[in-house]
């Protein structure tokens, strides 16, 4: 997906702790807090 240039997504999910591994921001992919609203959100783009 990241090599044909395609959107990628990231949830980071409910009441997980720690650092959000570092290839998701060294790719440029915003990583989303856990909501049902914006899983169908993402889902739907």
Not at 17 to 44: C, F, H, M, V
């Amino acid at each position: 997906t990241l090599a044909k240039n395609k959107p990628v997504y990231a949830i980071w999910l409910k009441d997980q702790s720690g650092t959000p591994p570092k290839w998701l921001t060294n790719n440029n992919i915003y990583i989303y807090k856990w909501s049902e609203a914006r899983l169908q959100d993402l889902a739907t783009r």
